[in-house]
Each structure stands twice: as C-alpha cells, then as structure tokens.
C-alpha cells in the first residue's frame, strides 16, 4: 500500500466518523418527533406500543379531526398567533430603537444600562413570575391578551436589544452623516439607512421573540384562566385528565402547532444564516 | 457657490483642545486644501462645517449666513466621505438621487441631474448596479456623483483617495482636478497627502496640533514655508535641517554649524534678521543641494560629503551625504554612478535658502 492509498484510507475513515457522528445527532434528535407522528395517526389512545414501526397498522387522521371538531384547538392556535405575531412586531420594534439609542448616542448610565439588561436574562423566568402576575393584575389586564403581550414583549426585549445594538455597532456611522447632509433627520437615518441594512438582526431578534412567546407556558398559565383565552400551551394540557390523556389528540395538537415556527423559519432562513454570521465579514 | 468664513472656531473634546482658534476665510469657486498629519484637527474642522461635530466655541459662515446651529442638511453643502459612505441597500442610480428624491423634486429633474451626472463621471453603465459590485473607483466616482448631483453651495471632500491604491489614487486625483474645471465650484479639501495638495489646490491651509500654521498657493506654501514645520511638512524628500548659528565677519553674515561654514548673502537673509551670535536653523530642500556645482553668487562655497548611500527612483536619484555628523540628502539626474563611500563636492543653492529662529521656529530669510 503506498502513502496515496494510505492518504485516500484515512480520508474516508474520518469521512466515516464524522458523517456517523452527525448522524447519530441527527436521529436523537429527529426520533421524537417522528414518534409523536406515529402516535397522533396510532388508532386509539395509545401512548406505548409494542409496535415499533412508523406508520402504525390502521393509521388513521382521527386524532386530528377529533381535535379540530372537538376541542377548542383552532381556537387556541389562533390566541397563540394573535400574541406571538403582536409580541414579535412590538417586541422588535421597541428593541430596535431602543439598541439604536445605545449604539449610537452618548448618555449617563449607557453602560450600566446595558449590563442591567443582560442581568435581567440571568434571572430564572419563573422567578419573574410573581412580579409579573402583580403588574399584570394591577394594570386590569389579566385573561386578557394585551397582558400576554406586554408580558412577552417585555421579557424578550434585552436578549433583543443585545443583538441589535451588536449590530449597529458594525454599521459605519458615517452612512448616517451622508444622510444628514443629504437631508433626512436623525430619526431618517435611523428609518430610511439604518434599519434596511438590518434585516439579519432583526430577523434574529423576530425569530427569538416569536419562538420564545410561541411555546412560553408558565406566565400563560398564570395571567389567562378562561378556556376561550388560552394559548395552545395551555389548550393541550386541558387534554390531560386525571384518569386519561387523550394522547392521539394531543401528539396531533404537537404536530400541528410546529406548522407555524416551521413556516417562519423557512421563510426567514436566509436572513437567520447571514444573521448568525454577522460580525464576521464587515458589511 | 460661496464664500466660507472661519473665525475663531475653537473645538474641545473633554480638555483635549483639537482646534485652538481657527481664523480662515474661502472664497467663492476656490479650491482649498487642508493638510495636515493625522490629528492635527483638518477632519473635525470640514466635520464642523459640515455640521456633523458641535463647535465649542467661534462662528462659522456660508455666504455670510452663520451657521453655527444649522441642520446639515441645510448648510446647502455636500460631502465625499473617506470610506465612500454609500448606502449599500441602493443601487448607484438610487444613491446619486437619495437628496434629490427626499426634497421630493419632480422624477424629470432627478432623471435629468443624475443622467448629467453620470455622463461626467462615466457611471452611466452603472447606474443600476449595487455599492458592493463596484471597485473602489467606482465607488468613489458614485460618491462624487451623488454629491454633484445635489448642485451644492459648497463640495466638502474628506480624504476621499486615502483608500484607493497608488495608481488609482493618481487617476482619480486627476479627474477631480477635471472635475473642479468643469463644475468651478468652491471645494474643500481635506488631505494628509501633500501631492494631492500639491496639485489640486488653489491655496493650500496647512495644519497642525489645531492651529493654521500657513495659508498659501502651492508654490507660496513651498517656496517660503512660514515655520520650520510647514517646511518640513511639504516636499519630499523632507527639507534639509541644519542646527547652526549666525556670525558676523567683515559685515557680512556668516551660518556656521559644527559641520558647515557657509556665508550668507544680504539676499537670503536681510541685515535686520542677521544678528551676530543668533541660533537659526538652515533648510534647504534636497534639489537645492547642487551636487559637482560651483561656488558662484547664486550658489555657496564649495563643501564636500562623503556619499552614504543612492537611491534610484527611475529619472532621479536621491544621494544620502554626511559631512561629519550632518546628513543631507540631495536629489539629482539618475545614474549617479558614484560608489558608496566615494567623495561628492556640492554647493548649497541660495536662491532657494531658508532659515528659520530656532526658538521661534518662524522663517527669518
């Protein structure tokens, strides 16, 4: 064997065992998801199973009508929706000025600020729950869904403002003096130069909002209490009884709500891609 | 166009005095340099003017207007930014019109100013290309567009070749001489390269440590530098420096330092200025130093370096000499063809002598 054959061996065996790797990965994490298929279309309310194959023998979609027919579930997607589209915009929205004013302006207490901020993502969400329920209370807005909202966007701004202000940081200041001589107001420059060249941080910061108000529970626990109002986090445990859990009905609710943050995601990759790797390459 | 007035701008940074006072008038269609080395306040005086840096204290004026707290956008000026500033999300056509379309002028005059535009620049096959597909060049000449086509009182230039690469610094620096013929307008241009100030400028400020240490044509500004350090600023290679001092003999001035001993004619240096025992500093530029030439009335008494080292730059050749512990560095025809060490006699041409008040550092003669 001479060493271009030794040489090619090699190559393949780490070929091999990167490619094992990676797949190994790839099936713990694909495995459940593929199991909760199986349950929602598994005739009956079977959790467990003998039966190790995919498609279930007698698979049937009765769980996902059930569901849809029965339940409040279209319901519950839609109040889901409603708070998480609403979170996001105003969530980003708020972030992104806000990241503006620390990127770009000179202020007492910008660096405490900011460290306060992030301070606030150490602290466990369900330690926060009390507070929040108080002023959610206080204000009159509980069941309601302006209190989600004000909840959600509030606890996802300084992850949000972190990455933004990151980001107009890589942004040459002097795109914005080109605009002020050329005739728009700080606010202009912000509006027409700044946010257009943003779109991978606020992509990210969207994606972050939405994902995060999408599959919160505790404080949706805490702030709604009619079945009308409840998210779909909520609505699946309502499937949960204390003798039974209608188990199809709720892998079929499991699938179903991934349809959304799916579309996102796809929809926003893109931008996600050159957003996980700004600062990298100067723009 | 317009006239511009500085007087007494002064700026601070905490205690840190970047401009110390800066008194300097522009006039209408004139084509000003500032230069300067980095940090000597040229930048943030244009930023100033531009409206993009708070002043401390003093008035700025366009066309007699003071506009000391006017919004940039209406001083009626235009800037060319060192890194181009073009807005990545536009395409060249998008970027030229941005003032235009934001003032809402008629589609017809903004197709109309940036077509004229692009036919000065020769942008018009670019126009509907991105920043990030353009070489630098090119985006310089967007840059500039963009500025002509606001049709501005005043063009504001910032460094704007620093970074092109040699040959195309020299291209460009060409056009905009062009450019500055065809629009007449009044320029302001900030540079640390004195060639560009050199060859672009109608009159030339220069600075340092904040303060205008001359203001002058080119020639002026090379010829009779105000102080020892506008002397050394401009030229290349540097002025020769000699440390020495003044004495009389038979009336007539003598420069002797530890090295040289040279007589100086009443025309370099007048009788008030030669005073017996004054310590001066002589300067003279590396082509005054006439290598093999004569002692006559326009040149002194013959010396004699020994050659340390030639440097050839293709038509000339710079010769490194030292007499004793002085070094001077004199330019001439290239082919020199003398071996390092070997004996060079030279005089010093007192046409162009200068000397300059050690401790004032101000030109005397």
Redesign the interface.
Known sequence: MNDKEIYKQKKLFKYLLIHLAIITFVVICVYPLLRILSVSIRPGDKLISTDLSLIPAGATFAAYVRLLKETLFLRWLWNSLLITVATSFIGVSLASTAAYAFSRFKFGGKKGGMILLLSTQMIPAGMLILPLFLMIMKLGLMNTYLGMIIAYSVSSLPFSIWILKGYYDTI?R??E?????????QL?AFYR?IL??STPALSIAFLFNFTTAWNEYLVARVVLFSSKQYTWTLGLFELQGQYITQWGMFAAGSMLVTIPVLMVFLYSSKWLISGLTLGSVK? | MAEVRFSKVTKKFNENVILNGVDAEIRDHEFVVIVGPSGCGKTTLLRML???EEITSGEIYIDNVLVNNM???KRQ???V???Y?L???MTVAENMS??LR??KAPKAEIDQRVTEAANILQLTKLLGRMPKQLSGGQRQRVAIG?AIV?KPKVFLFDEPLSNLDAKLREEMRVEIAKLYQRLNATIIYVTHDQVEAMTLAGRIVVMNRGIIQQVGSPIEVYRKPANLFVAGFIGSPTMNFISGRLSMADGKAVFQSEDLSIGVPGFVLHESEAVDGREVVLGVRPDDVLVGGKASEHCSEKLQAVLEVSELLGHRENLYLKIGQTRLVAMVEAFFNQAPGSAVPFCLNYTNMHFFDKITEKRIG
Do not use: K
């Not at chain 1, 003096?177 to 107001?185: F, I, M, N, P």
């Open positions: 040459p002097s795109l003096e080109a605009a002020l001589v050329d005739g728009t107001s202009g130069i257009p060249l723009g | 531009a409206g993009l919004h940039p956008s000026i235009a800037m930014f060192q890194d500033a807005y990545p999300h941005f003032a934001l003032r963009r606001r």
